[in-house]
């Protein structure tokens, strides 16, 4: 299991608790508790990443934001946005165990197409893949690190 394992992003102190065999995280975003799963452990480590790291606002950060894609609610996974609302940053989390192949890659760029983000990153905690997109040439280009925080 796949639960609590060490990720290739900062270490943080996040407020566990055990109620009654089950694992429960406070949100700092959502500002509640959460029950505590592989893919949420990396997505929790990566918005501290998002706000210790690389200087973004926590109240810029949407966790789990619904959306319809092809007449079907789905769920993003983070969105970051800037001062004026616009959308920036666009993350698809996996489980630790859940490799990233091109139907991780497929289902953030499905998403995108509601989203229209240009910068969009996939994580399973361990490996991180970014890339930004450039919707009037309908091209993308792989990058090496995530940009910090920029509030234009």
């Not at 995280?25 to 790291?53: C, M, S």
Request: proline content about 7%; charged content about 25%; aromatic content about 10%.
């Amino acid at each position: 299991m796949d639960l609590l394992v060490p990720l290739n992003l900062p270490p943080h102190p996040f407020k566990i608790t055990d109620r009654n065999g089950q694992l429960i995280l406070f949100d700092v975003i959502r500002k509640r508790d959460i029950i505590l799963t592989p893919e949420e452990w990396v997505r929790q480590h990566f918005v501290q990443y998002l706000i210790h790291q690389k200087s973004y606002p926590k109240g810029l950060i949407k966790l789990e934001g619904g959306h319809v894609l092809h007449g079907k609610a789905k769920r993003s996974d983070i969105v970051v946005f800037n001062t004026r609302g616009d959308k920036i940053l666009l993350v698809e989390c996996k489980a630790p165990s859940v490799p990233i192949d091109q139907k991780t890659f497929d289902q953030v760029a499905r998403y995108n197409m509601v989203h229209r983000v240009k910068t969009l990153v996939v994580t399973n905690g361990l490996q991180h893949y970014y890339c930004t997109i450039d919707f009037e040439t309908r091209t993308y280009n792989f990058i090496h690190d995530l940009p910090d925080y920029s509030p234009l």
